[in-house]
């Protein structure tokens, strides 16, 4: 099941969430290595899915860590930002 988010719901949400991160916490989130486990999962589905071979579960497993991915990568933007603003109050 996939859920439907206007952007600009999704915008003030992440907002609200990283503007809570001190510089800090927001620097330590923004450059937090991936889990070793999960990037070779990922990395063997990546390399099915161009091979044309996943299964439908692996489809479905593939294509939920995607779209997490894609958040996070959002989140790890907006905690950068932060992070940069926070040094040049510093």
């Known amino acids: 099941m ?3 988010l206007d952007s600009t719901s999704f915008e003030k949400f992440l ?6 991160f001190t510089p800090e916490l927001a620097e330590h989130f923004a450059t937090l290595p991936p889990d070793p ?5 990922l990395d063997e ?3 099915k899915a161009n091979e044309g071979t996943l299964t ?3 489809r479905s497993e593939y294509a939920t860590y995607v779209e997490a991915m894609d958040v ?3 989140l790890r933007v907006k905690a950068l930002a932060r992070s940069n603003q ?3 109050i510093s």
């Open 15 to 20: 907002k609200q969430f990283t503007d809570r």
């Open 56 to 58: 439908d579960q692996e």
């Open 2 to 4: 996939s859920l439907q």
């Open 45 to 47: 589905l990546g390399a």
């Open 86 to 88: 926070g040094r040049a």
């Open 37 to 41: 486990e999960f990037q070779t999962r």
């Open 72 to 74: 996070v990568a959002l």
